[in-house]
């Protein structure tokens, strides 16, 4: 009877884990900085699997423009985009850095 109660808890844990994943972009939309446009919002949280992507946004957009803080921050699994554009921007331009660290993770 136990291996019956360890399945289904393995289930319920794995389908409570895609649907989390599958709201992931509507939770990043519903934590998106106020007045941000909605372009630029579908734009980052698109496709997004966790809350990362808004997180990276709201670090960064005071050090470049919304577009290279998209474009850093899309798709972020981590704030690994974050440690990389801080460390890279010490060496090369902003947009240099943006463009070398997206997809970081």
Same mark, same amino acid.
């Given at each position: 009877?136990?291996?019956?109660?360890?399945?289904?808890?393995?289930a319920? &844990?794995?389908?409570m884990?895609?649907?989390?994943?599958s709201?992931?972009p509507?939770?990043?939309l519903k934590?998106?900085p106020?007045?941000?446009?909605?372009n630029?919002?579908?734009k $980052?949280?698109?496709?997004?699997?966790?809350? +990362?992507?808004v997180?990276? +946004?709201?670090t960064i957009?005071?050090?470049?423009?919304?577009?290279s803080?998209?474009?850093?921050c899309a798709?972020a $699994?981590?704030?690994a985009?974050i440690s990389?554009f801080? @460390?890279?921007?010490? &060496?090369v331009t902003? @947009?240099?850095?943006? @463009? &070398?660290?997206r997809?970081?993770?």
């Amino acid at each position: 009877m136990n291996i019956f109660k360890t399945l289904f808890a393995v289930a319920m &844990l794995t389908t409570m884990t895609a649907f989390s994943a599958s709201l992931a972009p509507v939770a990043c939309l519903k934590n998106a900085p106020a007045g941000m446009p909605i372009n630029d919002i579908i734009k $980052l949280c698109s496709g997004a699997a966790t809350l +990362y992507p808004v997180g990276c +946004y709201k670090t960064i957009i005071r050090q470049v423009s919304s577009d290279s803080a998209i474009r850093l921050c899309a798709g972020a $699994l981590s704030m690994a985009p974050i440690s990389c554009f801080n @460390e890279a921007v010490q &060496l090369v331009t902003p @947009e240099n850095a943006t @463009e &070398l660290c997206r997809g970081a993770n």
